[in-house]
């Protein structure tokens, strides 16, 4: 069964390094995931790879069954997540084509469904480092490995979206400490803790942020740099899967312990 799961966000829709070999439709306790499952090889090791807006992107942040796709991966038996996303810029230092490695998150999401324990039992899991660390540690030695720079922290704020952020909301992040902005990385992150799985984020900066450059921010920006990133993103992930991965000495198989009422 597959170890490894991938999380495609916009613009990566498949990886032509992944060889094939069956897709599964898995059926879970919350619904549909955003699409079928590509199980198969990357770098010799399994992988399943989910699509997170579905093929042909027609899913909207807000309405991507979070819950599912982050179940439906454990199904599988994948107990690692690398999650893809793209986001815009808001520290200068981080242009457009930038790979960045968040290592914090601030969540401005709402009405998204964002824990398993909605019933009756009570659940709080430590979210004070919200990526795995030992995975954060693989990604920084593929980067090396495959010769790739990038920015190895920072401060991902997730919006609801589907809009895009106001200058003034983008001024405000910023003195917030954050680094980029993104419509897609929560629950996904919470999710994957709540499940004890490892789970870190490869971040594509796509475009600077509303205000950040004089233009006009489109969707067209999003995916051309996403497009051109691509090969970079293929060779990290392809280094990154050839990685002793099973070696670790996290917690995040623990997150349960001590989190229940």
């Given at each position: 069964m597959p170890l490894l799961g991938v999380i495609g966000g916009s613009g990566l829709y498949d990886i032509?390094?992944?060889?094939?070999?069956?897709?599964?439709?898995?059926?879970?306790?919350?619904?549909?995931?955003?699409?079928?499952?590509?199980?198969?090889?990357?770098?010799?090791?399994?992988?399943?790879?989910?699509?997170?807006?579905?093929?042909?992107?027609?899913?909207?942040?807000?309405?991507?069954?979070?819950?599912?796709?982050?179940?439906g991966f454990r199904e599988l038996g994948v107990g690692k997540i690398v999650s893809v996303c793209a986001t815009g810029g808001i520290n200068p230092d981080m242009g457009p084509g930038t790979i960045a490695v968040p290592d914090q998150i601030i969540d401005m999401t709402s009405g998204r469904m964002?824990?398993?324990?909605?019933?009756?039992e009570v659940v709080h899991v430590d979210f004070t480092r919200p990526?795995?660390?030992?995975?954060?540690?693989?990604?920084a030695e593929?980067?090396?490995?495959?010769?790739l720079a990038s920015a190895m922290s920072g401060v991902y704020i997730c919006v609801n979206g589907p809009r895009l952020e106001t200058a003034a909301e983008i001024r405000t992040f910023?003195?917030?400490?954050?680094?980029?902005?993104?419509?897609?990385?929560?629950p996904e992150a919470c999710l994957a803790r709540e499940l004890e799985m490892c789970f870190t984020c490869i971040a594509v900066?796509?475009?600077?942020?509303?205000?950040?450059?004089?233009?006009?921010?489109?969707?067209k920006e999003v995916l051309e740099t996403m497009k051109a990133t691509e090969g970079k993103v293929r060779l990290l992930l392809a280094q990154l899967f050839s990685l002793e991965l099973q070696t670790s000495s996290c917690t995040c198989n623990q997150a349960l312990k001590e989190a229940r009422l």
């Open positions: 032509p390094d992944l060889e094939i070999t069956n897709t599964e439709k898995v059926s879970t306790p919350y619904g549909d995931p955003s699409d079928a499952y590509r199980i198969g090889k990357l770098a010799g090791r399994e992988a399943a790879f989910l699509p997170r807006h579905g093929a042909g992107h027609h899913l909207q942040p807000h309405k991507i069954n979070y819950r599912a796709n982050l179940w964002s824990t398993f324990y909605d019933g009756d990526f795995c660390p030992d995975m954060r540690n693989f990604v593929a980067a090396a490995g495959a010769g910023a003195a917030w400490g954050a680094d980029m902005v993104g419509m897609t990385l929560m900066v796509t475009n600077a942020a509303a205000g950040i450059a004089a233009k006009k921010l489109t969707a």
